[in-house]
Nanobody, 129 residues
């Protein structure tokens, strides 16, 4: 059973940077995708970025705000994924989740939250103005 544990959230000021981590355990294969998503209370969870674990290739949400400020990466040896967030804004305030999709034949990249099978418990990021 895959387990995902996020860490690194907190209270920061606008303009600050923050790096989130997602430690994964229980997987036995390497051909899968992991992702970062976020959710604001009362709104749907939104996809931010995904990484193909084996190759390290990445895709981001179709948002200039995300592409220009967020970077997804992973450390294969530590089974850990990261989200580097720069120039944080109050509108980035949300609970951030990591997710993993079980290996499966597919076309294209998994950019919908519904495509992911395992989720962490989330970590709160609050950006004050």
């Amino acid at each position: 059973q895959v387990q995902l544990v996020e860490s690194g959230g907190g209270l920061v000021q606008a303009g600050d940077s923050l790096t989130l981590s997602c430690a994964a355990s229980g997987r036995t294969l390497s051909n899968y995708h992991m992702a970062w998503c976020r959710q604001v209370p009362g709104k749907e969870r939104k996809f931010l970025a995904t990484i193909r674990w084996s190759a390290g290739s990445t895709v981001y949400a179709d948002s200039d705000s995300v592409k220009e400020r967020f970077t997804i990466s992973r450390d294969k040896g530590k089974n850990t994924m990261f989200l580097q967030m720069n120039s944080l804004k109050p509108e980035d305030t949300a609970v951030y989740y990591c997710a993993e999709q079980t290996p499966r034949p597919r076309i294209g990249w998994p950019i919908e939250t519904s495509e992911y099978d395992y989720w962490g418990q989330g970590t709160q990021v609050t950006v004050s103005s």
